[in-house]
């Protein structure tokens, strides 16, 4: 969506996602949104250098998120590859962070019962109060970790 300000333009956008047609947002609703969104751009304005608190979006906090996966997954583990490797039960975000993982919520869209093994998934608690208390392995990870799996086995990772 492209907003036009006396001849100032800002854009941005916006969608809809779900594993059920009847729980995506009307076309009417995204375009809503795309639009009070590029709108919203106009009138920022530079802050003074400090320290402040920070609320982070669903798209911008769930792409963090997303590196704090790769970097917990089995794969990156027994490669090496991880900053987070021999992390358990060590202060990796602030205590006001707790971090679920929950594959049995209806309708969600990673949800499933189990991994792509057929091992069973269970909710658990990844960070805890800043504290890393789980990983995300598949059977051959763990085997290579010597730990047991957790049910995340996917496609395109081990």
């Not at 990796?92 to 069973?120: C, K, M, W, Y």
């Not at 800043?130 to 957790?150: E, N, W």
Request: hydrophobic share 35%.
């Amino acid at each position: 969506m492209v907003a036009d300000e006396n001849g100032s333009m800002q854009r941005d956008y916006w969608f809809s996602a779900a594993r059920h047609v009847e729980d995506l947002d009307s076309a009417e609703q995204v375009g809503r949104k795309a639009g009070e969104r590029a709108v919203q751009r106009f009138g920022g304005r530079r802050v003074k250098t400090g320290q402040y608190p920070v609320l982070f979006e669903a798209p911008v906090a769930s792409s963090l998120l997303g590196h704090l996966v790769s970097a917990i997954s089995g794969g990156s583990l027994y490669r090496q590859s991880s900053f987070l490797l021999g992390a358990l039960g060590t202060q990796v975000f602030s205590s006001l962070v707790t971090i679920d993982e929950d594959p049995l919520i209806l309708r969600g869209l990673a949800s499933s019962a189990f991994d792509n093994e057929g091992v069973e998934t269970t909710p658990r608690r990844l960070v805890d109060q800043g504290v890393l208390t789980g990983y995300m392995l598949g059977s051959y990870s763990a085997r290579k970790l010597g730990m047991p799996t957790t049910g995340n086995s996917s496609a395109h990772t081990i």
